[in-house]
C-alpha cells in the first residue's frame, strides 16, 4: 500500500468536531509534507493545511485558520486533521495528499467524506 489512507469522516452537526487521519509509509509521506485538501459538490479541490514532515511547518487557508488544526504522529506514520467549530460549508471529501511539491502532491488517498448538518 502506497496511496494515503484516510479515516474519521462522517454526520456531524453545526458547531461540532471532527478528527480526520491520514495514514501511509513512511516513504509515501517522503521527506516535504503533508497536506489535507477537499473538494465540495460542484467546486475545485482546494488546500485545507499542510505540515512538513519535521513539523516545522504549518499552513492552513484562511477558511479554517483557527478551527483546524493540523498534526503529525511519526511513530504511527499518521497525519491528523482537528476540525472544531464545524459549518454546512465545511461540507466536502476530504483528501490527504503527500509528499508535496511545491504544493502539489505526488500520492493522493481516496478521500473521506465530511457531512456538516445545519
Known amino acids: 500500500q502506497v496511496q494515503p489512507v484516510e479515516s474519521g469522516g462522517g454526520l456531524v452537526q ?44 504549518i499552513d492552513y487557508a484562511d477558511s479554517v485558520k483557527g478551527r483546524a488544526t493540523i498534526s503529525r504522529d511519526i511513530a504511527k506514520s499518521t497525519v491528523y486533521l482537528q476540525m472544531n467549530s464545524l459549518r454546512p460549508e465545511d461540507t466536502a471529501v476530504y483528501y490527504c495528499g503527500a509528499d508535496l511539491i511545491k504544493g502539489t502532491p505526488r500520492y493522493w488517498g481516496q478521500g473521506t467524506q465530511v457531512t456538516v448538518s445545519s
Open 14 to 57: 453545526a458547531g461540532g468536531s471532527l478528527r480526520l487521519s491520514c495514514t501511509a509509509p513512511v516513504r509515501t509521506f517522503g521527506s516535504t509534507g503533508v497536506g489535507w485538501f477537499r473538494q465540495a459538490p460542484g467546486k475545485d479541490r482546494e488546500f485545507v493545511a499542510s505540515i512538513s514532515w519535521s513539523g516545522g511547518s
